[in-house]
């Protein structure tokens, strides 16, 4: 199953992990998969502490503001390559693809890588989340959920927070 969480609002990562966690307490094998996000995340330190449990990959050199370096794509490319590789080798139960849609919005990644990491992912739960989901994948996935913002305290000038966004 392809479950997508995309849209403008605050969640979609939050829904990724708390599946991520939910899995992990039934004894799945877990694969997540960051992309975009910077050097650190409060999630990537909680699933560090289950390394039989959940492999992470950090495919990002963070942020990318307007079109993306050749070393940010190179950075993306050897990462899939090793993601690829690595579902080879090991069986995962779900694998999470996080910020995928930012990625594939910025020119970080292909339309084609995009559709052989979700070839890769046919025996497992996988979960993309990232803004605009393009309507192919939205038509490919088996559950889609919208997250809208309504009100954000972003506009009021309060930065994300350790502990909170990150």
Same mark, same amino acid.
Request: with cysteine; charged share 25%; proline share 2%.
């Given at each position: 199953?392809?479950?997508?969480? #995309?849209?403008?609002?605050?969640? !979609?990562?939050?829904?990724?992990?708390?599946?991520?966690?939910?899995?992990?307490?039934?004894?799945?094998?877990?694969? @997540?998969?960051?992309? /975009? !996000?910077?050097?650190? #995340?409060?999630?990537?330190?909680? @699933?560090?502490?289950?390394?039989?449990?959940?492999?992470?990959?950090?495919?990002?050199?963070?942020?990318?503001?307007? !079109?993306?370096?050749?070393?940010?794509?190179?950075?993306?490319?050897?990462?899939?390559?090793?993601?690829?590789?690595?579902?080879?080798?090991?069986?995962?139960?779900?694998?999470?693809?996080?910020?995928?849609?930012?990625?594939?919005? #910025?020119?970080? /990644?292909? !339309?084609?890588?995009?559709?052989?990491?979700?070839?890769?992912?046919?025996?497992?739960?996988?979960?993309?989340?990232?803004?605009?989901?393009?309507?192919?994948?939205?038509?490919?996935?088996?559950?889609?959920?919208?997250?809208?913002?309504?009100?954000?305290?972003?506009?009021?000038?309060?930065?994300?927070?350790?502990? /909170?966004?990150?």
């Amino acid at each position: 199953m392809i479950q997508v969480y #995309t849209g403008d609002g605050k969640g !979609k990562t939050t829904a990724a992990v708390g599946a991520t966690i939910r899995a992990v307490g039934n004894g799945l094998k877990v694969l @997540f998969v960051q992309f /975009i !996000k910077g050097a650190h #995340t409060g999630e990537i330190e909680v @699933f560090q502490k289950f390394p039989d449990l959940i492999k992470v990959y950090r495919c990002s050199t963070g942020f990318v503001y307007g !079109k993306p370096l050749p070393s940010q794509i190179s950075v993306v490319v050897e990462c899939i390559k090793e993601i690829e590789t690595l579902t080879k080798k090991e069986h995962y139960d779900l694998i999470v693809l996080d910020e995928l849609t930012v990625a594939l919005n #910025t020119g970080l /990644i292909s !339309k084609e890588q995009v559709q052989n990491l979700i070839a890769l992912a046919q025996d497992a739960e996988l979960i993309i989340t990232g803004r605009n989901a393009p309507d192919w994948l939205i038509e490919k996935a088996d559950l889609v959920t919208e997250m809208k913002k309504i009100k954000h305290y972003f506009e009021r000038g309060i930065n994300a927070r350790r502990g /909170i966004e990150y």
